[in-house]
């Protein structure tokens, strides 16, 4: 377990296989989003599915520069990042609400939207930073150069 935890590759590997198999579970729930004056309505499956592969891509991109100097730290911060927007958009999920409530005049009026909505405002912003630290990170890599093999 420590030695899965020491690797930083390993765990957004599993956090995306993760994600697309909680798609995979998510059945028939859609997401809807009310942008402007048009109604989206998406289904969970494919929301799961980009982020899945998504996170398939940022661990591939971690395999492929496994030789460079990268930062650990930057790289834990990426993946909380990633973990804590995961488990938003699991409270979101599990929440029922799919986007505001169309039973309601206001969506004030709702209860328990509020809250959630936050949380996913924040979780988020969180998200979209740690995918700005992946990048530093990488750019930091590349400038500092490969690591020096012990032979």
């Known amino acids: 377990m420590k030695q899965f935890l020491s690797r930083p590759k390993r765990i957004i590997l599993a956090v995306a296989l993760l994600t697309i198999a909680l798609g995979l579970l998510s059945g028939r729930s859609t997401v809807d989003m009310h942008l402007q004056d048009t109604y989206?309505?998406?289904?969970?499956?494919?929301?799961?599915?980009?982020?899945?592969?998504?996170?398939?891509?940022?661990?591939?991109?971690?395999?492929?520069?496994?030789?460079?100097?990268?930062?650990?730290?930057?790289?834990?911060?990426?993946?909380?990042?990633?973990?804590?927007?995961?488990?938003?958009?699991i409270i979101f999920q599990s929440t029922g609400t799919s986007g505001p409530p169309t039973r309601y005049f206001q969506v004030s009026d709702a209860p328990r939207f509020d809250r959630v909505e936050m949380l996913m405002i924040i979780a988020a912003i969180l998200f979209f930073i740690g995918q700005i630290i992946f990048l530093i990170n990488l750019i930091i890599g590349f400038i500092l150069g490969k690591k020096l093999l012990n032979r």
């Open 40 to 89: 989206f309505v998406i289904a969970a499956w494919h929301l799961f599915a980009v982020l899945g592969t998504l996170f398939l891509f940022e661990a591939a991109i971690y395999y492929l520069t496994d030789n460079y100097r990268q930062r650990r730290a930057l790289q834990y911060i990426h993946i909380i990042s990633i973990l804590l927007f995961c488990i938003a958009v």
